[in-house]
């Protein structure tokens, strides 16, 4: 893979404490990014970050505002930085005429499109337990279109993906998920993202795209969509709903924080080896029925308000990662580890955001009367 037209960066804004980051590899300092998904979850966080820190670098934002994105979740960002494209992935044209320039502001000075940071896709297992078809669309073909795209422009590419790919581990085994683990996905979610991720890798052998992969655990934070576990207990018990746990509780996810994603997100794209994957995660690990007792004590509840709801068929009992590859090559590491702590600021965010979860609260709560959940 030929870096040589990667340019060298100042390491004064660097992800995590600069001191830190040994950056072995050749850096990239990206001046305009193409932030798919940027209207979700983490890529809206993503964006609110780079604009706080980076402010030199512009984000074009293209996505399709499904029902899980929200213009409004860019609120604050500012104009100089940001422009908005409302579009699907999938729409090859749209790409092209972002990446060539054409669909630019005339009257900003922007560069050229530089990198692809792409977080769009949808999300949800048990939506793709429903209707799988949506999955394959955006998180297959609509992935191979922005590779395409780059593959054309010859720019950097950074692909968002999920521990889920690898499946799940036991309950009871010290073994967690690393950059070597075997995919095998279990939802039609995760095989959708295990899909995209052997289209990076090929893209990246076969025709030298300069590509990287993160596979992060579950994230937790402002801006989740209310059908997620964490906002979906939280959003419940202040709508006057009973919090619903899945079967017994005991499958554990390992938390982490979203802007501490965000920044490892960063380190990749701006230090990562390309043709690489990394690992993303903060041992947080905690089993279901735990981070249930934790909310519902946040928010002064009894321990035993909640109900036990149909389990997620084929739905994977742990994940965990070993974080070990970002932290020694990049110096990445997790700042937000206490997790009781961002658990209460994620509580006290939904608590001051109504206006923001509401709309959303009972067609979500509708769709999982038709799952037993
Ligand atoms: P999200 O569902 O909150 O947001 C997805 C965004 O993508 C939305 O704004 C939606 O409108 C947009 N989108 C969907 N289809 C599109 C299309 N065809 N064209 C353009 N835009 C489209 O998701 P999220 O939780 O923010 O996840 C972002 C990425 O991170 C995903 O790739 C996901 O697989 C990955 N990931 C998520 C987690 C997690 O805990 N949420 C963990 C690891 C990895
Ligand atoms: O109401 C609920 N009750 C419950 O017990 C919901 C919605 C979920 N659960 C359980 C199922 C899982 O064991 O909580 C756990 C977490 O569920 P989700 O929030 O749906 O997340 P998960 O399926 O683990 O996937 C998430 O992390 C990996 C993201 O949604 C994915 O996009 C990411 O790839």
Redesign the pocket.
């Known amino acids: 893979m030929n870096n040589s037209e990667q340019v060298s960066e100042s390491a004064d804004e660097s992800a995590t404490d600069p001191a830190n980051v040994p950056a072995p590899n050749p850096s990239f300092a990206p001046q305009h990014i193409l932030v ?9 966080n993503f964006v609110h970050w780079v604009a706080r820190n980076h402010p030199q670098v512009h984000m074009t934002v ?9 213009r409004e ?1 860019l609120d604050g960002v500012p104009a100089a930085n940001l422009t908005f494209v409302h ?4 729409d090859a044209e749209l790409v092209e005429s972002l990446l060539s320039g054409l669909n630019q502001r005339s009257a900003a000075a922007v560069p050229p499109i530089d990198a692809i940071v ?7 297992n048990d939506n793709s337990i429903l209707d799988a078809s ?1 999955f394959l ?3 297959v073909t ?1 992935t191979y279109v922005l590779l395409e795209a780059a593959r054309r422009h010859d720019i950097r590419f950074h692909h ?5 790919v690898y499946g799940d581990l036991a309950l009871d085994e010290p073994r967690k998920f690393t950059e070597d683990s075997p995919y095998k996905p279990s939802s039609p ?1 995760s095989a959708s ?1 295990a899909a995209s991720d052997h289209l990076i890798r090929a893209w990246h052998r076969t025709y030298g795209v300069k590509a990287t992969i993160s ?6 934070g402002p ?3 209310v059908e ?1 576990f964490i906002p979906r207990q939280i959003t419940n018990i202040l709508a006057g709903i009973r919090p619903k746990l899945y079967g017994t509780g005991s499958a554990v996810r390992d938390w982490i924080s ?1 802007e501490d ?1 965000c920044t490892a997100v960063w380190a990749i794209l701006t230090h990562g080896r390309i043709g690489d994957t990394y690992l993303v995660g903060a041992n947080g690990e905690m089993s279901n029925i735990d981070v249930l007792r934790m909310i519902l004590e946040c928010m002064g509840q009894p321990s035993d308000a909640f109900d036990h709801v149909n389990d997620r068929p084929g739905g994977d009992k742990r994940y965990a990662i070993d974080a070990t590859k970002i932290t020694r090559e990049l110096g990445w590491r997790p700042r937000f580890t206490d997790f009781a702590e961002g658990l209460d600021e994620t509580i006290q965010w939904y608590r001051e955001h109504e206006d923001w979860w509401r709309p959303d609260k009972d067609a979500t709560e509708a769709k999982y009367r038709l799952q037993g959940h």
């Open positions: 798919t998904g940027g209207a979700g979850f983490i890529g809206a293209l996505d399709a505002l499904t029902y899980a994105g929200k979740n579009g699907n992935i999938c792409h977080f769009a896709a949808e999300s949800h949506p669309n955006t998180n609509g968002i993906s999920t521990d889920e979610y993202k596979n992060c655990s579950n994230n937790y801006y989740q969509h997620k979203v994603h």
